[in-house]
């Protein structure tokens, strides 16, 4: 990217992002977002994914003051303008879910990691699954299940014991959590046009939550998911250490 003159600094509440921030503004400054050229996050994870829905439609540089870092840079507070000059670029496109709520209400949000189905009471949940309009599962027995895109695939999907997928494949991760019946069921692969749609199974004794990036609705009767290519995420990385060099390095930890 050309060498961004406006930087708008975001941080978290915690005490290392906030004092990152007061260190980086006395530096370089702050511009409102509406002025800027790029967004600056200091934070974790989650603080990163709350900057990409915030939009604005502009790239954002994490630097990690977090714990995990996995969407984040290292923390430098030195030549940051050259560091975003030089700074790789990851476009990735969200998820987008429906959900339709017990009390008749229907639900929309975007995931950039992933969209989760969680039981919500004490008994396991039992899901219906169909894909592109064709029933792939009349009942899985579960604590739960995951749809993932590549960029969230290293989180909560593989947490569940879900695949790894490669930044640039065209393909989404299905994963079951803690899945009871059918025993051996692996997840699947998908393609990323898939729309793929949950079912609920006896919803008021085995009630379910939707979440969606950490943005829960529930109870809910069905979720229905998709890409959404039509929204682009850029996030910013130092060179060589990109998203596709970070889930590389993932598997062979």
Request: with cysteine.
């Amino acid at each position: 990217m050309n060498r961004p003159n406006h930087i708008h600094f975001a941080a978290a509440n915690a005490e290392a992002a906030q004092a990152a921030l007061g260190e980086l503004v006395e530096r370089y400054g702050q511009v409102p977002r509406y002025a800027a050229d790029v967004i600056v996050a200091l934070g974790g994870d989650g603080f990163m994914l709350q900057t990409l829905h915030a939009g604005a439609g502009l790239p954002v540089y994490g630097m990690n003051r977090g714990t995990v870092g996995f969407l984040m840079n290292d923390y430098s507070p030195d030549d940051l303008p050259a560091r975003l000059a030089q700074a790789e670029e990851e476009v990735i496109n969200p998820l987008a879910m429906r959900a339709m709520t017990v009390d008749g209400v229907l639900h929309e949000a975007l995931a950039i990691n992933e969209v989760s189905l969680l039981r919500a009471g004490p008994q396991a949940a039992k899901l219906r699954i169909s894909v592109n309009g064709k029933l792939r599962m009349e009942e899985l027995v579960c604590d739960g299940a995951i749809l993932s895109t590549p960029a969230g695939s290293t989180a909560y999907n593989y947490s569940a014991h879900g695949p790894i997928l490669p930044i640039g494949s065209d393909v989404l991760a299905l994963t079951g959590i803690a899945s009871f019946r059918p025993r051996r069921w692996q997840g699947a692969i998908l393609p990323s046009s898939a729309i793929v749609r949950f079912d609920v199974l006896d919803p008021a004794k085995r009630p379910v939550m939707a979440d969606a990036d950490s943005r829960s609705v529930k109870p809910v009767l069905w979720v229905e998911i998709r890409s959404e290519p039509k929204v682009q995420h850029c996030i910013l990385f130092d060179p060589g250490h990109g998203l596709e060099e970070r889930l590389m390095r993932e598997q062979f930890a």
